[in-house]
């Protein structure tokens, strides 16, 4: 009996350990000579006392803990040996969906006891606070950057002031500089990890919107999009060649016991948004050869009057002064209507400067744009009413961007693939009577991904999601690698020279290009 205890310790012990390996947490060399129910491998970097110390505790808490230590919304709650039986997939491979909040409050309260910090928890609570609302902002306002300092083509003739685009990424540089003043050395490992993923998250969503719109962007000529996505790929493909092939550091070993639980906690906290970004990036491969039929482009003068009639009449509803709603413009710069009204400066128009473009979209017409036929179906108010509350979900999209409307309206009647792990389709999700599984991130996502999709093949672009894809998913797994780097100088070293030639290499792509300059 003592035996089989000890043989399930062996097992459950190796089988953690080698989905560590796996996952890049932990380092093992093999044993040549290691002798029977012995381990043929030692692990690099802590002492045998120290790793035995974290097995346990990862163990018992799988084994033996009352509460389900990650939380995934929505796996069926089938009946299994126990609350935690996928504890360590949900933890490791941060799914959509899944919460480890739990789990990190134990694993702080472990290193309170470890180091005799009674304060860890609370620095932790108040980062997490703080982190994702302060994430959420900075990443909004690089974005906004991004997409208003926009490439403009050669054929346009755009009467602004335009500067090289070498200077839109010295701006978008600065800007990432303010946010990310030099951290402080003195502060504690948790703020200084939490500056660490801030970091992360910050250049994984400008990189990933800067290939988006100078390098895949419809608006640039296939020609040049072809030798934009092949200078960077190739720029990335090396980079990556280069930092596996770097000088190994010799490993210190550790021996205080506390070290290894702050350092799966900086491991954890590093890789949960680039890989639920990987996620998302995996539905869209899951997608890319999809066909979406139907899906026509619609002229911006059409969008841009729908637009602003339906502004115009929930202001007239709300008994609001149309002088006082101003309406970004950036995205309709090339209709003469919009290019002789709007502010040279902040690139709007107020309402009432638009009053004389107002058109009453009637039901009929707004099906025809969307579904290019006028016979409106019975429940097209209900349609509707659907489409819209979807879009609101997306900061950048609303009931009033007509393009978003008919490219997801399609994609709903069109996409019969079967989402995981409802086993319905978009549509009858979005049709379902339960609406909190629209809340989801897996339907949030799934939705996103399609209609980032729709986008591309609406402009004629559609080459361009399957190169986004790939591009995205290069510097993810770039992100990823450098920073579940343990020793502190090799992170930043390696994070400041991939996120230097990055940017060279957005320069050097498009180096005899012109931007729209933004006034501040």
Not at 39 to 62: A, G, P, Q, T, W
Request: aromatic share 10%; with cysteine.
């Amino acid at each position: 009996m003592e035996n089989l205890e000890e043989q399930k310790e062996y097992m459950n012990k190796k089988n953690l350990i080698n989905l560590l390996v796996e996952n890049g947490f932990l380092k093992k060399e093999e044993i040549l000579d290691s002798k029977a129910n012995e381990r043929n491998f030692k692990i690099l970097e802590y002492s045998d006392e120290v790793v035995d110390e974290f097995l346990n505790f990862m163990i018992d808490k799988k084994e033996n803990s009352d509460v389900k230590l990650v939380d995934n919304k929505i796996r069926e709650n089938k009946v299994k040996k126990s609350i935690n039986h996928y504890f360590y997939s949900d933890l490791l491979e941060d799914k959509l969906d899944t919460n480890k909040e739990m789990f990190l409050m134990i694993l702080i309260l472990k290193i309170e006891d470890l180091t005799n910090n009674n304060h860890i928890g609370g620095d932790f609570t108040l980062e997490r606070m703080q982190g994702t609302t302060e994430l959420d902002y900075k990443v909004k306002i690089l974005r906004d950057y991004i997409r208003r300092m926009k490439i403009v083509p050669k054929e346009i003739k755009v009467n602004l002031k335009k500067i090289p685009y070498r200077k839109k990424i010295e701006r978008i540089i600065e800007i990432i500089d303010y946010f990310l003043q030099v951290r402080d050395a003195d502060e504690n490992w948790v703020k200084l990890y939490f500056y660490d993923k801030k970091s992360q998250m910050i250049h994984s969503h400008i990189f990933s919107q800067l290939i988006i719109y100078d390098i895949l962007h419809e608006s640039i000529p296939k020609t040049e999009r072809d030798f934009g996505y092949n200078e960077m790929s190739n720029f990335l493909d090396t980079f990556i060649e280069d930092f596996e092939k770097r000088p190994k550091k010799l490993l210190k070993i550790k021996t205080e016991k506390a070290s290894i639980f702050i350092d799966f906690f900086h491991f954890l906290i590093m890789r949960e948004g680039i890989l639920k970004e990987r996620h998302i990036i995996n539905i869209s491969k899951e997608i890319v050869e999809d066909l979406y039929i139907g899906i026509k482009p619609i002229d911006k003068k059409t969008q841009f009057v729908y637009y602003i009639s339906r502004k115009i009449a929930e202001a007239k509803n709300n008994n609001k002064n149309l002088e006082d709603i101003l309406i970004d413009c950036i995205n309709f710069i090339e209709i003469p209507e919009v290019k002789d009204r709007m502010n040279k400066e902040t690139f709007s128009i107020s309402l009432k400067d638009c009053e004389d473009l107002f058109q009453k979209f009637t039901n009929k017409r707004v099906f025809e744009i969307m579904y290019g036929t006028s016979q409106v179906k019975r429940e097209f108010n209900k349609i509707n009413k659907n489409l819209e509350e979807v879009l609101e979900n997306f900061p950048f999209l609303n009931g009033s961007n007509l393009q978003a409307k008919k490219v997801l309206s399609t994609i709903i009647e069109n996409d019969k693939r079967i989402i995981k792990p409802f086993r319905k389709t978009l549509k009858a999700l979005i049709n379902d009577k339960n609406k909190e599984l629209i809340k989801t991130e897996t339907v949030q996502m799934n939705m996103r991904v399609r209609l980032s999709k729709g986008f591309f093949i609406e402009k004629g672009n559609s080459e361009s999601f399957k190169r986004s894809i790939d591009l995205e998913l290069k510097i993810n797994k770039i992100l990823e690698k450098i920073f579940i780097l343990k020793d502190e100088n090799e992170k930043i070293r390696y994070g400041t020279e991939f996120t230097i030639q990055f940017f060279e290499k957005m320069i050097s792509i498009n180096k005899d290009r012109e931007v729209i300059e933004i006034y501040e």
